[in-house]
């Protein structure tokens, strides 16, 4: 098995991030530390630090140029970060050492990693965004098809009180749709270009690097933080913690389908399942199953990242190197759970049957509270709340329907208390009323 299935050519089905996988390999960042490069030459030499002739080679050389990642290993072997690698082989391949002399003036190895990150973030996040659409759209459908759809709700794993399929599917979106309403200030907030010099002092970066980082930031389509944040690692973090909820959210699908569909319950069909090896019978929930997996591997990771937040002084090599160990395999995650989560949320549908099966099989006992605040219209609470409870117990002792008992002691009941579609609350308004906050995006 390799270090990470994402890597694997055999397990990278099962855990395919699409698009954003790719954002994450080696000639991926190089190239994006290469284009900070060019847009820093050109800021500069727009501000007279260097010569415009100078820029306009280091800019053209950035889009042309071709860095072999192997070729850098032992550069960053020893000096603990890719940059300086980078910068030596790209200035060989420059061939123009009369330019290449001002490639990376002034600039620090984590002005131009970080902020090449930031350029693959940008993509990455409006992968994301892309998926939660769909994934949302998929399922305020279902939400709104299958508001009235009675199933019965649990609680502690037992059977509560009925509520809809369409509210339950709706349980499933709000924290989705927060959080893609999350992503324009997540993107204003933590998408910034990074430029402060060596220790965060800018001093070898003109006259007005303040201008100068401003630049940057437009030239690259980036904010500006208006500071160094070189120690300061809240935009990772916030970027870390928001994918952490999207993955926590689509984990609380796969395990509620994990359950859903397992055997005797059956009650929600996937687009498809997984085999056995040796049990032909078995249509396993894949899918969900990953969902879960890559929720509880996204959760260690941030809570590494979150740890490695603490960096010493003006910059700390062991935070900064953490960060490279988790944050691309969180985004990856991440990225990975939406492509399942899409999948499911465009093939799933529920089994109405079942869902139906499980009410009836209850023997009305699924109604108990209904009966009890029925009674207690009658009678004090407390009173109706133990004749509730005897009815309940003589239910089952003697195997019969508790609306024949019920009606039976007490003739004078609503008429429509046993009646599962009116007793689900107001769980089809909220699988209606998600399903409209997903329209009103």
């Known amino acids: 098995m390799p270090a990470t299935p994402f890597d694997s050519l055999h397990l990278s089905a099962l855990f395919t991030t699409g698009d954003t996988g790719r954002l994450f390999s080696d000639s991926a960042e190089i190239r994006a530390m290469m284009l900070v490069h060019g847009s820093l030459a050109l800021a500069q030499a727009d501000a007279g630090v260097i010569p415009m002739e100078s820029a306009k080679a280091i800019q053209r050389a950035s889009l042309e140029l071709q860095i072999d990642p192997a070729g850098l ?5 020893q000096n603990g970060v890719t940059v300086p690698g980078l910068v030596d082989s790209f200035r060989k391949n420059l061939q123009a050492p009369e330019h290449g002399q001002y490639l990376h003036w002034g600039a620090t190895s984590q002005d131009i990693q970080d902020t090449g990150l930031m350029l693959r973030m940008k993509r990455a996040l409006g992968q994301m965004q892309d998926n939660l659409r769909a994934i949302l759209a998929a399922l305020a459908a279902l939400a709104d098809q299958h508001a009235e759809t009675p199933m019965a709700a649990r609680s502690y794993g037992q059977h509560a009180t009925p509520t809809s399929f369409g509210a339950m599917v709706a349980s499933w979106g709000w924290p989705l749709l927060d959080a893609l309403q999350a992503v324009p200030d997540l993107r204003r907030d933590t998408l910034l270009v990074s430029l402060a010099g060596a220790s965060g002092t800018a001093s070898e970066l003109g006259p007005d690097p303040a201008a100068l980082r401003a630049a940057l930031a437009e030239k690259l389509g980036l904010g500006d933080p208006g500071r160094s944040w070189h120690s300061d690692r809240t935009p990772i973090l916030k970027q870390a913690d928001w994918m952490t909820r999207v993955s926590m959210a689509l984990g609380k699908l796969g395990e509620d389908l994990i359950l859903a569909t397992q055997s005797g319950q059956s009650e929600i069909t996937l687009g498809g399942a997984g085999g056995s090896s040796t049990m032909p019978q078995k249509q396993n929930p894949v899918g969900p199953s990953a969902l879960v997996a890559l929720a509880r591997h996204v959760q260690g990771l941030n809570a590494t990242l979150q740890g490695a937040g603490l960096h010493r002084q003006q910059r700390d090599g062991a935070a900064w190197f953490t960060e490279w160990l988790t944050f691309p395999q969180l985004v990856q995650s991440t990225a990975s759970a939406l492509t399942h989560g899409k999948t499911l949320a465009e093939g799933m549908h529920p089994n109405t049957d079942a869902m139906q099966r499980a009410l009836d099989n209850t023997g009305g006992l699924i109604l108990a509270e209904a009966l009890s605040f029925a009674l207690a219209a009658k009678m004090p609470r407390p009173q109706a709340q133990a004749a509730a409870k005897a009815l309940c117990l003589e239910a089952r002792e003697k ?36 399903a409209a906050a997903v329209r009103a995006l």
């Open 73 to 77: 290993a032992a550069s960053c072997g």
């Open 399 to 434: 195997g019969l329907p508790l609306a024949d008992l019920s009606r039976a002691a007490h003739p004078d009941l609503p008429a429509d208390l046993f009646e599962m579609e009116r007793q689900m609350g107001i769980a089809p308004d909220e699988a209606r009323n998600f």
